[in-house]
């Protein structure tokens, strides 16, 4: 069975700090897919990215930057310059790639305190 | 471009009452479609999957049912309400292989 997990249930810092969220899966496909989403206090989910399975190459965009390393089962994202606006709970979530249905981690709730 | 609709956005009902939520997607055609659930300071969890119209998978054993009548549209229904399916319910749609987007959830408190 697939599972993901958040091991850290919340997280504080200072605004302007680098702040690093993990995720650790299980699966047993060799093809499949890893997210993270984004939940605002307003409850919408939004989408951040997603990476394929044969694809390592950790990934930048702006002050988001993501490490995918299959040999650990591991699909961190980590925050640079953290702003108050990036408060939020922060989900990973795994998929295999047919009718995709997500599995979640139960989350990290990040605040940056101004 | 492709928009999902959730309504309500809350609802508090009795226990033992229907339940009826509703989400439809515009600007695409045969899209796949989800519902989630998600407790009170927890995970979400996958309830039901769609892949077309009159398919339904459900995922977890439970007190609701989904239907889906028409190719956009995915309605989460229960014939009685209990205590613990208060929580966020959230459509999502995706197609092709992309990511899945979601609506604005429905707050559902059972009292």
């Known amino acids: 069975a697939q599972k993901v997990t958040q091991a850290q249930t919340e997280i504080s810092v200072v605004e302007k700090e680098d702040v690093t969220l993990d995720c650790v899966y299980e699966t047993r496909d060799t093809t499949y897919y890893l997210f993270w989403y984004k939940q605002p206090p307003s409850g919408e989910l939004v989408f951040l990215i997603r990476r394929n399975s044969f694809d390592e190459q950790n990934e930048i965009s702006g002050r988001y930057s993501w490490n995918f390393q299959k040999s650990t089962s591991s699909f961190n994202f980590t925050i640079t310059a953290s702003q108050v606006v990036d408060s939020a709970v922060y989900f990973c979530?795994?998929?295999?790639?047919?009718?995709?249905?997500?599995?979640f981690g139960q989350g990290t709730r990040l605040t940056i305190n101004p | 471009s492709q928009t999902i609709h959730q309504w309500p956005a809350t609802l508090v009902q009795p226990v033992g009452s229907p339940l009826s939520l509703e989400c439809t997607v515009e600007g695409t055609s045969n899209p796949n479609l989800y519902w989630y659930r998600q407790a009170a300071g927890r995970g979400l969890q996958l309830l039901f999957y769609?892949?077309?119209?009159?398919?339904i998978s459900s995922e977890v054993p439970q007190n609701l049912s989904a239907s889906r009548p028409q190719d956009r549209q995915f309605i989460l229904s229960s014939k009685k309400l209990l205590l613990s399916d208060s929580g966020f319910y959230l459509c999502?749609?995706?197609?092709?292989?992309?990511?899945?987007?979601f609506g604005d959830g429905t707050r559902l408190s059972i009292l």
């Open positions: 979530a795994l998929s295999d790639t047919g009718a995709q249905k997500l599995v």
């Open positions: 999502a749609w995706a197609q092709n292989y992309q990511p899945q987007h």
């Open positions: 769609s892949v077309g119209i009159g398919q």
